[in-house]
């Protein structure tokens, strides 16, 4: 594998998922106490190709950065990404895939994004409500994709950059 080629993929996605946080009409639907960040259901990809780890970070980053809740939300928001992203790559079963992004951003964003918009909320609330969200961005929206790719050896190869087929 080229290194150019590798961090081609990674600013290709990272910049996917930014678009698809940023642009209207889906910006409405990113931030806030209840939201479905269409932009996370690129959060499968890991499952595909590791070149997904650090562009859905970057993605996550830029999007933060932008249009989201000010430093924390920069910082643990995309970290929270990263991480959820490596699990991603480490599930053994398919539908396994979109869940270390539900669970962690449920935990995480939901943790601190009540506190953020000022709204007192039991903590379970707000890991209910971004939990509910991501689980939409991720198994409504994600997991289709998800297999969409893998029934299609080409672009699984395409996002790989690699001649192999997807597992």
Same mark, same amino acid.
Request: with cysteine; proline share 9%.
């Given at each position: 594998?080229?290194?150019?080629?590798? $961090?081609?993929?990674? @600013?290709?996605? !990272?910049?996917?998922?930014?678009?698809? =946080?940023? #642009?209207?009409?889906?910006?409405?639907?990113?931030?806030? &106490?209840?939201? /479905?960040?269409?932009?996370? @259901?690129? %959060?499968? +990809?890991?499952?595909? %190709?590791?070149?997904?780890?650090?562009?859905?970070?970057?993605?996550?980053?830029?999007?933060?950065?932008?249009?989201?809740?000010?430093?924390?939300? &920069? =910082?643990?928001? *995309?970290? =929270? =990404?990263?991480?959820?992203? $490596?699990? %991603?790559?480490?599930?053994?079963?398919? $539908?396994?895939?979109?869940?270390?992004?539900?669970? +962690?951003?449920?935990?995480?964003?939901?943790?601190?994004?009540?506190?953020? #918009? !000022? #709204?007192?909320?039991? +903590?379970? /609330?707000?890991?209910?409500? /971004?939990?509910?969200?991501?689980?939409?961005?991720?198994?409504?929206?994600?997991?289709?994709?998800?297999?969409?790719?893998?029934?299609?050896?080409?672009?699984? *190869?395409? #996002?790989?950059?690699?001649?192999?087929?997807?597992?």
């Amino acid at each position: 594998m080229k290194p150019a080629a590798y $961090w081609g993929r990674v @600013a290709a996605i !990272g910049a996917v998922y930014a678009a698809l =946080t940023l #642009l209207p009409p889906l910006r409405a639907l990113s931030y806030g &106490m209840i939201q /479905v960040r269409v932009a996370e @259901a690129l %959060t499968v +990809l890991p499952y595909i %190709t590791p070149a997904a780890v650090p562009g859905l970070f970057v993605g996550c980053l830029v999007a933060n950065v932008v249009g989201g809740l000010g430093p924390l939300d &920069m =910082t643990l928001g *995309s970290l =929270t =990404t990263l991480v959820a992203a $490596w699990l %991603t790559s480490r599930a053994g079963a398919v $539908w396994l895939a979109p869940l270390p992004p539900v669970v +962690l951003n449920a935990l995480v964003v939901g943790s601190y994004v009540p506190l953020l #918009l !000022g #709204l007192r909320v039991p +903590l379970p /609330v707000g890991w209910a409500w /971004v939990g509910l969200g991501e689980a939409v961005a991720c198994y409504a929206l994600g997991f289709p994709l998800l297999l969409y790719l893998l029934r299609r050896p080409r672009l699984c *190869s395409l #996002l790989r950059g690699e001649s192999d087929q997807c597992a």
